[in-house]
């Protein structure tokens, strides 16, 4: 379990124009996020976390007693460098992706 706090841009939905979410939990292909409202399945999100932009699309979004787990299939990472780089790092496959997460993830914690 990770419980880090995000913010989520639901790509299309002019209503609310992002939204506070939780990652619960990650894997190679996806993340697994708490989310205050039903996000609906098939749309674009941008999750922004703390050195890293997320992009993907919602597989699912189920009630539970907190909220919305919301289940989103990764499509890209890209990393905020602590120096202005002339184009950002992009990750686009699974391995690329996972290593990353996995990387950014350790990094945060350490700073912690």
Same mark, same amino acid.
């Given at each position: 379990?990770?419980?880090?706090?995000? &913010?989520?841009?639901?790509?299309?939905?002019?209503?609310?124009?992002?939204?506070?979410?939780?990652?619960?939990?990650?894997? &190679?292909?996806?993340?697994?996020?708490?989310?205050?409202?039903?996000?609906? &399945?098939?749309?674009?999100? =941008?999750?922004?976390?703390?050195?890293?932009?997320?992009?993907? =699309?919602?597989?699912?979004?189920?009630?539970?007693?907190?909220?919305?787990?919301?289940?989103?299939?990764?499509?890209?990472?890209?990393?905020?460098?602590?120096?202005?780089?002339?184009?950002?790092?992009?990750?686009?496959?699974?391995?690329?992706?996972?290593?990353?997460? =996995? &990387?950014?993830?350790?990094?945060?914690?350490?700073?912690?």
């Amino acid at each position: 379990m990770v419980n880090d706090p995000v &913010r989520v841009t639901v790509l299309g939905l002019t209503d609310h124009p992002w939204l506070d979410a939780r990652i619960f939990n990650l894997s &190679r292909s996806g993340l697994l996020l708490l989310t205050p409202f039903q996000v609906p &399945r098939g749309c674009a999100v =941008k999750v922004e976390l703390h050195g890293a932009v997320v992009s993907g =699309k919602v597989r699912y979004s189920k009630k539970t007693s907190d909220g919305f787990s919301t289940g989103v299939a990764i499509d890209a990472v890209a990393f905020q460098e602590a120096e202005p780089a002339p184009e950002p790092v992009v990750a686009r496959s699974p391995e690329s992706l996972w290593g990353a997460l =996995k &990387r950014l993830y350790t990094a945060v914690k350490n700073q912690s």
